[in-house]
């Protein structure tokens, strides 16, 4: 191994690759680096503030192939329900499955494998700042200073929504839910089918719905999800999941055997991608899709593009993983909810009422060519959306 780096003066240590934050992007960068072989002699440093022991997120996303993470994939649907007020179908996802991997299993796994590799260190401090200074990146933690070639930031130093309120034609919604995973005595469940979004739910404090992921016939995860700009209180939640189980599902028995809880930014505001030597990542790297909350998958497409450039000797700043375009849509998308030009369940039915689920998954996935794009927006109500489409065409202009 050629481990020749030498720390820049007062600096304690010096790195290739420093890792800030060992959350989703930070593992899934780790991971991919661990199987590729120009990693092998490259010092890595992976920073967190806390060692990982709590299963503190559930993360659910499609694929059709088997991904870097099949081995710990907890379950899988192949069918999945949609429920509204206005329409309801069950809808089969093959050659798609929706796949759920528990956070504490993808933790373990990547951070025992890293165990392995004497290449990386790992070190748990709070950290202060990233900052590039000349040729090198640094980190900041209150006891060190580390510096590098790169580093991958995946930590939001500064609240990002009083930034965003401050922007003109920037929306700023809140996917904010509860989840609770629920242990029945009689068997309630299908566990090969999912429900993906139960829009039947009362709608007077926004878009409101709720999922069930049944991983046995008498367990499941129900999470009741809002977009709205603010959150609830702990209480709301815990009703609104309450009166779901009684009135939709019919169960009145059960234990909640764990409680998730959760905030993730649905906004059009642009989150940095980093600046010279430091590479953002995760949602600190704008890889949440703001119209959905979606985030896993663009995790994993975007450390890949980067284990890509790093190995082409390219600059992981230029990475582009989605088209423009789909900034634009979901600005579109965050217009008419945030300006309640068309309720979230509406619209969403009008979606999966008109649409084949595979194109659905695309479009979310931000997969699609522009003749399914067209058909996508055929099918909703154009009166609503073809007002909002050209302000956000004007503004995107304009910028
Ligand atoms: C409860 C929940 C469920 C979700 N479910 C899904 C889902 O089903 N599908 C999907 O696609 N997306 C989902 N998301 C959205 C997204 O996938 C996750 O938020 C994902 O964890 C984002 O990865 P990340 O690496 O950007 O952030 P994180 O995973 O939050 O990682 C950031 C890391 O930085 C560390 N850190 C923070 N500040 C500091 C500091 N000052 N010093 C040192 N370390 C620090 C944290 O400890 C953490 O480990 C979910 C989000 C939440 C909150």
């Known amino acids: ?51 990982k022991s709590l299963n503190d997120k559930t993360w659910c996303f499609w694929e059709q192939q088997s991904g870097i993470f099949e081995d710990i994939v907890y379950h899988r649907w192949q069918q999945i329900d949609f429920y509204s007020n206005d329409f309801s179908a069950r809808f089969d996802l093959l050659p798609y499955q929706y796949k759920m991997i528990r956070s504490i299993d993808l933790y373990t796994s990547v951070l025992d494998e890293a165990k392995h590799h004497p290449n ?84 007077n404090k926004g878009t409101s719905f709720v999922y069930v992921l049944p991983m046995a ?98 600059d992981p700043l230029n990475i582009k993983v989605n088209a423009s375009r789909f900034y634009l849509y979901d600005s579109i998308l965050l217009n008419v909810l945030s300006n309640k030009k068309m309720s979230g369940d509406k619209l969403f039915a009008q979606l999966f009422k008109n649409n084949p689920i595979k194109v659905i998954i695309k479009f979310l996935d931000n997969e699609t060519n522009f003749k399914e794009e ?3 927006m055929n099918s909703v109500s154009l009166t609503t959306f073809l007002p909002a489409a050209i302000k956000e065409v004007i503004t995107a202009l304009l910028r």
């Open 217 to 314: 016939k008498n367990k499941a995860l129900v999470e009741c999800t809002l977009f709205s700009e603010n959150i609830l209180q702990q209480h709301e939640y815990d009703a609104a999941l309450k009166n779901y189980l009684q009135s939709y599902l019919n169960i009145e028995d059960y234990n909640v055997i764990h409680t998730e809880f959760g905030i993730i930014p649905m906004t059009n505001f642009k989150f940095s991608k980093g600046e010279k030597r430091i590479i953002n990542i995760g949602t600190a790297g704008g890889q949440t899709k703001s119209s959905s909350g979606y985030t896993f998958q663009f995790i994993q497409k975007h450390s890949k593009k980067i284990i890509n450039a790093l190995i082409n000797q390219n």
């Open 120 to 203: 990386i260190d790992i070190v748990y401090e709070d950290i202060l700042l990233v900052e590039n200074v000349a040729n090198a990146a640094v980190v900041k933690t209150i006891a060190n200073e580390f510096c590098a070639d790169y580093i991958f930031n995946s930590i939001i130093f500064t609240d990002w929504k009083p930034q965003a309120l401050l922007q003109k034609h920037t929306y700023v919604l809140l996917q904010h839910f509860k989840g609770w995973l629920i242990e029945t005595n009689k068997a309630a469940f299908d566990e090969r089918i999912a429900t993906f979004m139960d829009f039947r739910v009362e709608q």
């Open 1 to 51: 191994m050629n481990f020749s780096k030498l720390p820049l003066p007062g600096i304690k240590g010096a790195y290739d690759y420093i890792i800030t934050g060992a959350g989703c992007a930070g593992l899934s960068l780790l991971k991919r680096m661990m199987h590729h072989s120009l990693f092998n002699d490259k010092k890595i440093l992976l920073i967190d503030k806390a060692e």
């Open 374 to 376: 067209l058909k996508i």
